[in-house]
């Protein structure tokens, strides 16, 4: 099946600073990549939408100036958190999504734990 | 606008018990519909989906799904529990509708604790 993987899985940082965290779609190309968000103890918020080569469509409620979105290739996209505040420590879930050819299905990332002290 | 319900929190079942966790669904056009388990600290793990076809869908890990249109439902089941299913199950739709841009929409999860 397919896999994507998300790089830290873990990290932890002091405020003000800015975190990268990277998402890779190991074994097909991933035309779209999802950001979704997930506190505790409840569901996925999807942040914003990402298509290999265009910008970032973010939902309503997510400062794209803060939570920059890349997607320079077909398997990867990278989330920076800028200036980074202890209101943005959450669980960041990457989905990659291919080409019709596997049926338009979105494959998740293991998660990203972000912790701002 | 597309959603999607669960309407509990937390559902308890002794280990052999039959399991069902309950989602209803809410969309303009036809439903694309997915299950979806999540561990502590994990991203999710597929389940089954529902695209077309027969009603009944099979999956992984003895999970299945049944589609019931009238009922705007996707209820999943396991018709024997074990301790190893206790995680937190999500369902999710995508509307099928251009309008609604091919986004995935999650209900609120539900918590499964099976019982030795």
């Known amino acids: 099946g397919a896999v994507v993987s998300q790089h830290p899985s873990r990290v932890i940082c002091k405020s003000g600073t800015s975190v990268k965290i990277e998402c890779r779609s190991l074994d097909f190309q991933a035309t779209t990549m999802f950001w979704y968000r997930q506190f505790p103890k409840q569901s996925l918020m999807l942040m914003a939408t990402?298509?290999?080569?265009?910008?970032?469509?973010?939902e309503q409620g997510v400062e794209k100036d803060k939570f920059l979105i890349n997607h320079a290739s077909l398997t990867l996209s990278t989330l920076t958190v800028t200036s980074a505040h202890p209101e943005d420590s959450s669980f960041y879930i990457c989905?990659?999504?291919?080409?019709?050819?596997?049926?338009?299905?979105?494959?998740f990332g293991p998660g990203t734990r972000l912790t701002v002290l | 606008a597309q959603s999607v319900a669960q309407p509990e929190d937390q559902v308890n079942v002794a280990e052999g018990n039959p399991l069902t966790v309950k989602c209803t669904y809410s969309v303009s056009g036809n439903p694309y519909l997915f299950w979806y388990v999540q561990y502590p600290n994990r991203g999710l793990q597929f389940l089954l989906k529902y695209i077309t076809g027969d009603n009944l869908v099979k999956g992984s890990y003895g999970f299945e799904a049944e589609f019931n249109k009238s009922q705007t439902s996707f209820h999943l089941k396991k018709p024997s529990a074990l301790v190893s299913d206790s995680a937190l199950y999500f369902c999710a739709v995508r509307d099928t509708i251009k309008a609604a841009g091919n986004k995935l929409t999650f209900g609120g999860g539900t918590r499964v604790l099976v019982k030795p």
């Open positions: 990402s298509n290999e080569g265009s910008k970032a469509t973010y």
């Open positions: 989905s990659a999504r291919g080409l019709a050819g596997v049926r338009n299905e979105q494959f």
